[in-house]
């Protein structure tokens, strides 16, 4: 099935560092969302995007929905140790309510003492 | 309040049996999809319920279905197990469809042997 261009694969950083990650398709999403992953759990809803430019903040996270509605990014300032797992792009193709949500491959965040 | 249920948490099946996965939704909400995630990718939409009618379908072989009964918890169904249905099955809840926040279970470890 399609996935989301998610980059990058993995990123390894100092705590303390600023943290960026998107995603692109060449189809537009009439919905983003941002979810993390910790190891055998389900992914957590951390940013939900509903129209494009929108810019939204929870905490010290920061996510757009690019202008086109074909990527958006995520931000994380000031990482600490407990924001270290997978993190995932997903999106709702436009027109495409019947078609659940496309997940990209997602980034894995770790972080160095 | 209780978020999204799944069970069995794991569960070991051998090739060509079948295997039933339950899922319960957050108190409220009508839309439960599932998703395939396997070891490293993100996860890929299989079924969509609303109102318990499907809404949609991802590209995966009939031996997979599902249903959602009157209270809105959901089973999904595969038959006929191969090596390659192992996985973390993943049920997401929403207040109505896909385009709006979706909220993830802890997921099934399916092991087919």
């Known amino acids: 099935g399609q996935q989301l261009n998610q980059s990058p694969q993995s990123m390894f950083i100092q705590e303390g560092e600023d943290v960026s990650m998107n995603c692109t398709s060449s189809?537009?999403?009439?919905?983003w969302l941002w979810y993390k992953q910790d190891p055998g759990e389900g992914p957590v809803l951390l940013i939900a995007?509903?129209?494009?430019?929108e810019l939204t903040s929870n905490g010290r996270l920061t996510a757009q929905f690019g202008i086109t509605r074909k990527d958006s990014f995520l931000n994380i300032s000031a990482s600490i140790p407990s924001d270290v797992g997978i993190y995932f792009c997903?999106?709702?193709?436009?027109?495409?309510?019947?078609?659940?949500?496309?997940f990209g491959k997602g980034t894995h965040l770790i972080i160095q003492p | 309040d209780a978020g999204v249920t799944q069970s069995p948490t794991h569960l070991i099946k051998t090739r060509g049996q079948h295997v039933t996965l339950r899922c319960s939704p957050i108190?409220?909400?009508?839309?439960v999809s599932w998703y395939q995630q396997v070891l490293g990718q993100g996860p890929q939409f299989i079924f969509q319920?609303?109102?318990?009618?499907?809404?949609g379908r991802g590209n995966f072989p009939d031996r997979f279905s599902a249903r959602q009964f009157p209270n809105y918890s959901s089973e999904l169904n595969v038959n006929a197990l191969l090596l390659g249905d192992s996985a973390l099955y993943l049920c997401?809840?929403?207040?109505?469809?896909?385009?709006?926040?979706?909220?993830f279970g802890q997921g099934t470890r399916l092991t087919v042997v």
């Open positions: 997401a809840s929403s207040f109505r469809g896909a385009s709006t926040e979706a909220f």
């Open positions: 189809s537009i999403f009439n919905t």
């Open positions: 995007l509903y129209k494009a430019g």
């Open positions: 997903a999106g709702q193709l436009a027109g495409g309510g019947a078609d659940g949500l496309t």
């Open positions: 108190s409220g909400h009508k839309s």
């Open positions: 319920y609303y109102e318990k009618e499907e809404r």
